[in-house]
């Protein structure tokens, strides 16, 4: 399924970022680094999309691995949720309506990474 949106992307070609004129290479570091790990959030962002929205009755007709559909599908979830929460994993769990500890274990048992956001607390 192709995920469309109205939003476009502001676009000037005569400006240019100021960490790129060469003034502060530190600065132009930390740009890139903040821009390589937004792009890594959307990419996972939009993994999980696909993922939430897939028809897997087209798969089963070539034949799947019933248990790492499922371990796919709950991942996608739990990391849905914990988006959601802004990683605070007692709101993800009342989302999914599961006890906290059973999130925790799923979380262990599958080794999802938890990214605090951007001034949220330390968990």
């Given at each position: 399924?192709?995920?469309?949106?109205?939003?476009?992307?502001?676009?000037?070609?005569?400006?240019?970022?100021?960490?790129?004129?060469?003034?502060?290479?530190?600065?132009?570091?930390?740009?890139?680094?903040?821009?390589?790990?937004?792009?890594?959030?959307?990419?996972?962002?939009?993994?999980?999309?696909?993922?939430?929205?897939?028809?897997?009755?087209?798969?089963?007709?070539?034949?799947?691995?019933?248990?790492?559909e499922v371990r796919r599908f709950k991942i996608a979830?739990?990391?849905?949720?914990?988006?959601?929460?802004?990683?605070q994993q007692k709101r993800a769990a009342e989302?999914?309506?599961?006890?906290?500890?059973?999130?925790?274990?799923?979380?262990?048992?599958?080794?999802?990474?938890?990214?605090?956001?951007?001034?949220?607390?330390?968990?």
């Amino acid at each position: 399924m192709l995920i469309q949106s109205n939003k476009q992307l502001p676009v000037n070609d005569n400006s240019v970022h100021p960490a790129a004129t060469g003034a502060d290479p530190d600065v132009f570091k930390s740009v890139l680094k903040d821009l390589s790990v937004a792009l890594a959030e959307a990419a996972e962002v939009l993994e999980q999309t696909v993922l939430l929205h897939e028809d897997p009755t087209r798969k089963v007709q070539q034949g799947i691995d019933f248990y790492r559909e499922v371990r796919r599908f709950k991942i996608a979830l739990i990391r849905a949720a914990l988006a959601h929460a802004n990683g605070q994993q007692k709101r993800a769990a009342e989302l999914l309506r599961i006890h906290l500890s059973t999130l925790n274990a799923m979380i262990k048992r599958y080794g999802i990474g938890i990214k605090p956001t951007i001034g949220s607390k330390k968990m």
